[in-house]
């Protein structure tokens, strides 16, 4: 990577970047620095970053800074998080009720959703990011889906 | 490897793209009947599969019609990640029209992709963006000036090889004068910048070239190429000032007013033969004016000057004088002697040139 594709990086993906940020630690300011380590670790090593692999760096980059911060937090900590980012989220529509229902997904489940459909990725990228095999990332996929299934079928039934 | 409870969602998947080896098949089967708990099947008809008498269109014709309720969320889910092809959709969709319950749950399954939400948006970029022009960014540009000059050294040989085929030239002698105006303004810098630029009058020799036209005589292009010795340079902005033509059209408006031959000059046809351009009685005496220009530039600047304007209208005049360095011209061109190389010192700057003369 040189300077002028390293920001290119940055325009086209640091808002995919974020959006993921913001949805495995539900907190903004977190986010942004994860979003802003990522791109500096990025840049620490461009030279040894091929620029067909800049985006899947970056977010492997973020999501391994993620889970180190995540280790480091006090279980307390995160649990009152959750609770506090549930009573902010009223369940107005599906889109609401689907990323409340994806925080209940373990960390490796919620993340390949996520690769997956907020970024397009397939099995093995999505393997490459979160050290997976492709086949993991499958059964991952396919356990989040249902389990988001159920989730809706659940409050549908209750309204 | 082996497969357990941990991983049988996957080879399930991979089962309804078709991924599986009959041997695989066969396994997945073996394990799902000693593990009902799992409420997952094959269809019975798959532990067929490698029956060597049916098509693939029967395969799956036999597949799809064995949707039931212990594998319809595989297919479900492996309809909503797209893994199924047309023949295998349409199966689902009949699967699922016959049962509301089932349509109901294929529609749940359906809206388990999450829906991007763009109004989410960083807006930080700033912080992250980082200044262009680095080592890194100097090297990559110079190696790829140096692949230029590689590609047009050896497109100039094969040029040079092919005298029976007369290249066809269009631009007029206004063209071919705004060209020697630039390498002029280059050529008056210091030596150790003039090595850094003469890429760029090899290149704008073959720019004139036919066959290097269309790839090479872009101002996009023109410009990519500024770049690159704006990498290389630290007297980058002049250097594309010169290489912009609008800067060509203000000087040569600056000097119109300050010396009157070259307003003689100007008034004269360029568009004609090089002969006519030649004997042209005002050229000898604006070749003198340009060069003692040039000298006493060369005595009193020992960098790129800082009277830009003044330049400006220095140079535009020797442009004009298109004879004013031709003492010491070679050819080595093709039998039309359309370029011509230059090679002359003045005031301790050397020059080396080529100058494109064209043809209408």
Redesign the interface.
């Known amino acids: 990577l ?3 594709q ?2 290119d990086l ?2 086209a993906h ?2 995919g ?3 993921f940020a ?1 949805r495995l630690c539900r907190d903004d300011d977190q986010a ?1 620095d994860l ?2 380590i990522s ?1 500096e670790k990025v ?1 620490l090593k ?2 040894d970053i091929p620029a067909d692999k800049g985006k899947s760096y970056l977010f492997r980059t973020l999501y391994n800074s993620f889970v180190d911060t995540t280790r480091k937090m006090k279980p307390d900590r995160i649990g009152e998080h959750c609770n506090a980012v549930s009573e902010l989220v009223p369940h107005h529509d ?2 609401e009720i ?2 409340d229902a ?1 925080n209940q997904l373990p960390e490796a489940q919620k993340s390949a ?2 690769l ?3 970024e397009g990725y397939n099995y093995q990228e999505i393997g490459e990011i979160l050290n997976l095999s ?3 990332v ?2 991952y ?6 389990a ?2 159920q989730i ?2 659940k409050i ?1 039934a209750v309204l | 490897m082996m497969i357990t409870k941990h991983n049988f969602e996957a080879y399930m998947l991979d089962w309804m793209e078709g991924k599986l080896s009959d041997q695989e098949v066969r396994a997945l089967q073996l394990f799902l009947d000693d593990h009902p708990d799992l409420d997952a099947a094959l269809p019975e008809e798959i532990v067929l599969s490698d029956a060597a008498f049916l098509s693939d269109e029967e395969k799956d014709s036999l597949l799809y019609q064995n949707i039931d309720e212990r594998n319809r969320s595989y297919f479900f889910i492996a309809y909503v990640e797209g893994m199924l092809d047309e023949n295998q959709m349409k199966a689902v969709e009949t699967f699922v029209a016959r049962s509301p319950v089932f349509d109901k749950e294929f529609n749940q399954f359906k809206r388990t992709l999450l829906p991007m939400d763009t109004t989410v948006l960083f807006t930080d970029k700033h912080a992250l963006v980082q200044p262009i022009g680095g080592a890194l960014d100097w090297w990559t540009n110079a190696t790829r000036a140096a692949a230029i000059i590689v590609l047009l050294i050896g497109s100039y040989w094969l040029f040079l090889q092919t005298d029976d085929v007369a290249p066809r030239y269009t631009q007029s002698y206004k063209y071919a004068t705004e060209y020697f105006q630039e390498q002029l303004a280059i050529d008056t810098l210091p030596d150790e910048q003039v090595v850094q630029v003469r890429t760029i009058q090899t290149l704008q020799l073959l720019v004139e070239h036919d066959n290097m036209t269309t790839e090479i005589s872009s101002e996009e292009q023109r410009l990519e190429i500024a770049e690159t010795v704006d990498a290389k340079s630290s007297f980058s902005i002049d250097t594309l000032e010169f290489l912009s033509p609008n800067i060509t059209e203000d000087a040569i408006a600056d000097i119109s007013v300050q010396d009157p031959i070259v307003m003689e000059v100007k008034q004269h046809d360029f568009s004609k033969t090089s002969a006519e351009m030649h004997s042209h009685p005002a050229i000898p005496r604006l070749d003198e004016w340009a060069i003692s220009k040039i000298e006493q530039r060369a005595r009193l600047s020992s960098g790129f000057p800082d009277d830009i304007e003044f330049e400006n209208s220095l140079y535009s005049l020797a442009s004009l004088g298109l004879s004013a360095l031709t003492k010491q011209q070679q050819s080595i061109g093709s039998k039309q002697d359309d370029y011509r190389k230059t090679r002359v010192e003045i005031g301790g700057l050397k020059f080396e040139r080529t100058v494109f003369v064209g043809r209408n």
């Open positions: 040189n300077a002028r390293y920001n940055v325009y640091s808002d970047l974020y959006r913001l942004k979003v802003q791109f840049w461009c030279e599906l889109k689907l990323h994806l959703v996520l997956r459909d907020y492709e086949s993991q499958k059964v996929i396919f356990r989040a889906r249902k988001l299934q809706i079928g549908e």
